[in-house]
């Protein structure tokens, strides 16, 4: 018999002042004990309007773990690394990198972005970095379901997207009152993050409305779960992150996640020596795109 997933927790992060000042509001949607959260170490919700021409942001380390970045709006960048809407990016800092995001002009943005920890076998892996275009990402579209998917297999869809900790990223739309059931592996973490409308979940029917997180029930079986969604009168559109926990603990401080603090230590000495290279020297053949 198939294990039913059901909605246990939700709650509606409350939106902060952003470090890209006027404007930019990050909203919380991931956060508190890893060993509740575990892949997922991390998630924001960035919502920015920029309303001038002043340069914001700049160069800045990371290590230990995976930035994973979904753009919900707007676009940004430059000739050599250009996002937009709908597009993805996996970034591997593993052993370590500088990471630049400077905004120069006015823009009008909304992107998720996601700290995902490296199992600790694959810690300090070499950086890597995978962009997928929207027009690349697998896509089905039936009985009122769309989905997106960007990591992982769901529905019969599976993403080119390498991965070391196993993860599941698909951005879902049901049209009003139309019911689906789809299958996940029981033993991933897994949460909604709602981006309009309204769903109710599992045989229990507990309702997620917009802005609001819902994490579901986990289980140590290693078989497939049911997810029964069905969307509310307005229909719904929500991202859905399902990872396999890692089992790890860590040591989380700024930009750095390690095993020990010593590590934690020791990336800050390098960062400082500059023994840490920036992102856009890492080797064409670990430079993905699709």
């Given at each position: 018999?198939?294990?039913?997933?059901?909605?246990?927790?939700?709650?509606?992060?409350?939106?902060?002042?952003?470090?890209?000042?006027?404007?930019?509001?990050?909203?919380?949607?991931?956060?508190?004990?890893?060993?509740?959260?575990?892949?997922?170490?991390?998630?924001?919700?960035?919502?920015?309007?920029?309303?001038?021409?002043?340069?914001?942001?700049?160069?800045?380390?990371?290590?230990?773990?995976?930035?994973?970045?979904?753009?919900?709006?707007?676009?940004?960048?430059?000739?050599?690394?250009?996002?937009?809407?709908?597009?993805?990016?996996?970034?591997?800092?593993?052993?370590?990198?500088?990471?630049?995001?400077?905004?120069?002009?006015?823009?009008?943005?909304?992107?998720?972005?996601?700290?995902?920890?490296?199992?600790?076998?694959?810690?300090?892996?070499?950086?890597?970095?995978?962009?997928?275009?929207?027009?690349?990402?697998?896509?089905?579209?039936?009985?009122?379901?769309?989905?997106?998917?960007?990591?992982?297999?769901?529905?019969?869809?599976?993403?080119?997207v390498q991965n070391y900790s196993p993860l599941i990223v698909a951005n879902i739309t049901i049209n009003a009152g139309v019911t689906t059931v789809q299958q996940l592996p029981a033993n991933y973490n897994t949460f909604l993050y709602v981006i309009e409308g309204s769903v109710k979940i599992g045989m229990g029917e507990k309702q997620l409305h917009k802005d609001e997180v819902g994490w579901l029930n986990l289980s140590e079986e290693t078989s497939e779960s049911d997810l029964k969604l069905t969307a509310g009168e307005a229909g719904v559109n929500f991202v859905l992150y399902a990872?396999?926990?890692?089992?790890?603990?860590?040591?989380?401080?700024?930009?750095?996640?390690?095993?020990?603090?010593?590590?934690?230590?020791?990336?800050?000495?390098?960062?400082?020596?500059?023994?840490?290279?920036?992102?856009?020297?890492?080797?064409?053949?670990?430079?993905?795109?699709?």
């Amino acid at each position: 018999m198939s294990i039913a997933r059901q909605l246990i927790k939700k709650y509606k992060p409350q939106g902060q002042a952003g470090f890209l000042g006027a404007g930019h509001e990050a909203r919380p949607v991931v956060s508190g004990p890893f060993i509740q959260t575990d892949p997922f170490i991390y998630l924001m919700d960035d919502i920015l309007d920029k309303k001038d021409n002043i340069p914001v942001g700049g160069p800045h380390p990371h290590a230990g773990f995976e930035t994973v970045s979904l753009l919900l709006q707007g676009s940004f960048g430059d000739e050599k690394h250009h996002m937009k809407e709908g597009d993805f990016e996996i970034m591997t800092a593993g052993s370590g990198i500088v990471h630049t995001e400077t905004l120069e002009k006015k823009a009008k943005l909304r992107w998720l972005q996601l700290w995902l920890n490296l199992p600790k076998k694959d810690r300090w892996a070499a950086p890597r970095v995978q962009n997928m275009s929207f027009k690349h990402v697998p896509t089905s579209n039936e009985h009122g379901v769309k989905i997106h998917l960007y990591s992982g297999s769901l529905a019969g869809l599976t993403s080119p997207v390498q991965n070391y900790s196993p993860l599941i990223v698909a951005n879902i739309t049901i049209n009003a009152g139309v019911t689906t059931v789809q299958q996940l592996p029981a033993n991933y973490n897994t949460f909604l993050y709602v981006i309009e409308g309204s769903v109710k979940i599992g045989m229990g029917e507990k309702q997620l409305h917009k802005d609001e997180v819902g994490w579901l029930n986990l289980s140590e079986e290693t078989s497939e779960s049911d997810l029964k969604l069905t969307a509310g009168e307005a229909g719904v559109n929500f991202v859905l992150y399902a990872g396999k926990p890692t089992g790890d603990e860590i040591v989380s401080h700024g930009p750095f996640i390690a095993d020990t603090a010593e590590e934690i230590q020791q990336l800050y000495q390098e960062y400082r020596r500059g023994k840490i290279n920036h992102i856009t020297t890492v080797p064409e053949e670990r430079k993905i795109k699709w």
